[in-house]
């Protein structure tokens, strides 16, 4: 049938208790991205720029002149720690080029042309750096023209990211494919459809 394809953007907070943590009435729903579709890759940066800008702002500080438990005021920080999504949401919100690409793992460096699927001797991959990263992801945005723009993103398989903004953001170690999706949805039903039929 149809499919329609609609995200969220929500924040939980790690210093309530685990149990507490997901509840509804806990969360922060901080962005819908519409549907139908889903957003072009370039577009996903349109709708993380708000929150990124509000994150910049507490990773500095904000003063609340009164709170619940202090009638004098708080000093609040608040930092985004991962960023769990499905695949296409993570290679989208990080980033990264589709599976598809030459340079199709966001751990390493491993290619199409030397490495491929089948590939298994991890002693030879390169890990992939946060510095790595943000060099190629700011060629992709210093870029003067959209070829020049897609020869780096050829050339890597990264482009910009609102995540980068963050300074203390690491993208190879802070974006995460949840396990429903990875496991279940991805590897168990890929298994059991395609490979015992």
Same mark, same amino acid.
């Given at each position: 049938? =149809? =499919?329609?394809?609609?995200?969220? /953007?929500?924040?939980?907070?790690?210093?309530?208790?685990?149990?507490?943590?997901?509840?509804?009435?806990?969360?922060?729903?901080?962005?819908? /991205?519409?549907?139908?579709?889903?957003?072009?890759?370039?577009?996903?940066?349109?709708?993380?720029?708000?929150? /990124? +800008?509000?994150?910049?702002?507490?990773?500095?500080?904000?003063?609340?002149? =009164?709170?619940?438990?202090?009638?004098?005021?708080?000093?609040?920080?608040?930092?985004?720690?991962?960023?769990?999504? +499905?695949?296409?949401?993570?290679?989208?919100?990080?980033?990264?080029?589709?599976?598809?690409?030459?340079?199709?793992?966001?751990?390493?460096?491993?290619?199409?042309?030397?490495?491929?699927?089948?590939?298994?001797?991890?002693?030879?991959?390169?890990?992939?750096?946060?510095?790595?990263?943000?060099?190629?992801? +700011?060629?992709?945005?210093?870029?003067?023209?959209?070829?020049?723009?897609?020869?780096?993103?050829?050339?890597?398989?990264?482009?910009?990211?609102?995540?980068?903004?963050?300074?203390?953001?690491?993208?190879? =170690?802070?974006?995460?494919? +949840?396990?429903?999706?990875?496991?279940?949805?991805?590897?168990?039903?890929?298994?059991?459809?395609?490979?015992?039929?």
């Amino acid at each position: 049938g =149809k =499919k329609v394809s609609i995200g969220i /953007i929500a924040l939980v907070c790690l210093n309530l208790p685990i149990e507490e943590r997901y509840l509804p009435e806990n969360m922060f729903l901080a962005g819908i /991205i519409p549907g139908p579709h889903e957003p072009p890759l370039q577009s996903v940066n349109h709708y993380m720029r708000p929150l /990124i +800008d509000v994150l910049l702002l507490f990773w500095k500080g904000i003063f609340f002149s =009164k709170t619940a438990l202090y009638s004098l005021g708080r000093l609040i920080f608040c930092a985004l720690i991962a960023v769990i999504c +499905d695949l296409p949401a993570a290679r989208k919100f990080g980033g990264f080029a589709s599976h598809r690409h030459e340079y199709f793992c966001s751990v390493c460096w491993c290619n199409g042309t030397e490495h491929t699927y089948n590939d298994f001797n991890y002693s030879s991959w390169k890990r992939r750096t946060n510095e790595d990263w943000r060099t190629h992801a +700011d060629a992709f945005r210093s870029a003067e023209t959209l070829q020049q723009a897609n020869i780096s993103f050829d050339n890597s398989g990264l482009r910009w990211s609102e995540l980068l903004r963050l300074p203390y953001f690491d993208p190879t =170690k802070m974006l995460v494919v +949840d396990p429903m999706h990875n496991l279940f949805l991805g590897l168990i039903k890929e298994h059991f459809q395609n490979i015992l039929g």
